[in-house]
């Protein structure tokens, strides 16, 4: 079973700015990615590794790459972007294919011979076959997604309108603190990438300074994640509102924009220290201290 750490650093390394060296293209870790080109469009995609991550979050971290495509497609909701995505090198292999059916083609047509020319026929419609195999979506959806049959899709209507009722009487009253929690979180995530960025740039590994504060970083990462799943799951799960309930979500919100705000602070500083003279960065380590701190205190708190 793979454990939270782990996770954490995978979902980091997809989300962290790639690097460019020398005509050459890496991902945090010093990976080098390759150039994944479309009839439409050339691009790096880090992709997420093997056994880490679940399904529903490599479709969330890694949502443009190819293991994600396949995961679209396979659910039955990908389309034909998906296909050329995880097919990236037939557009290069069709233009060398008719590049010397053309070159072929010529000679055939001056000299008249029809069974050559009807040869060459055959090898334009082939690869035309191909595309039309490969751009059936149909042929990627696992048994697991395949369309149920009329009867099972009325129980599964039947079941699923029952639950959602259910769940809109429970939840009505908590659906604000569901929503804050969200925003919060995608705020969270934006800073978090700024402040990995900054530190990458203001301490360059492989340095003491540069490991504690990322280290400092994961803990809030896991720390923030710990606490916003909870609220949600309270949220969705409470049988009722209460004020116990309602006192639990305030507490995990006000934890939630304490570390957002300790995050943003740190950003602001380490952006002056790095165009200021003194480079001691003695402010930045305090706030890494009140960092640490918050940490500590919530820990200790649950």
């Known amino acids: 079973m793979v454990n939270e750490n782990s996770k954490t650093i995978e979902i980091n390394r997809l989300k962290s700015p790639l690097k460019y060296e020398d005509s050459k293209v890496y991902d945090s870790k010093g990976n080098q990615l390759a150039c994944v080109e479309t009839f439409s469009d050339l691009k790096y995609i880090v992709e997420p590794n093997a056994g880490v991550l679940s399904e529903e979050e490599i479709l969330e971290h890694a949502p443009n790459s190819k293991e994600a495509a396949r995961i679209r497609l396979s659910r039955g909701v990908g389309d034909n972007s998906d296909v050329l995505l995880i097919n990236d090198s037939v557009p290069t292999l069709l233009g060398f294919y008719y590049t010397a059916a053309i070159c072929l083609a010529i000679p055939a047509f001056y000299s008249g011979n029809r069974f050559a020319m009807f040869f060459i026929l055959i090898l334009f419609i082939l690869p035309l076959a191909y595309l039309y195999y490969i751009f059936n979506l149909k042929q990627y959806v696992t048994t697991a997604y395949k369309t149920p049959t009329n009867n099972t899709q009325s129980k599964i209507g039947k079941t699923k309108k029952a639950e959602d009722i259910e769940s809109e009487q429970s939840l009505q009253s908590l659906n604000k603190y569901v929503d804050e929690v969200e925003e919060l979180r995608s705020v969270f995530d934006n800073k978090e990438l700024k402040v ?70 740190l950003t602001n500083e380490l952006v002056i220290n790095m165009s200021s003279e003194d480079k001691s960065g003695e402010d930045v380590k305090s706030l890494i201290d009140d960092m640490e701190n918050l940490i500590d205190s919530v820990k200790e708190y649950k």
């Not at 409470?238 to 939630?256: F, H, Q, Y």
């Open 196 to 265: 990995r960025d900054l530190i990458a740039k203001r301490f360059e590994p492989p340095q003491m300074t540069y490991d504690r504060f990322m280290t400092t970083i994961d803990k809030s990462h896991d720390l923030f994640y710990h606490e916003a799943d909870g609220a949600i799951s309270i949220a969705r799960y409470a049988l009722e509102d209460t004020p116990r309930v309602e006192s639990e979500l305030e507490s995990k919100i006000d934890t939630l924009k304490s570390i957002i705000d300790q995050i943003e602070d």
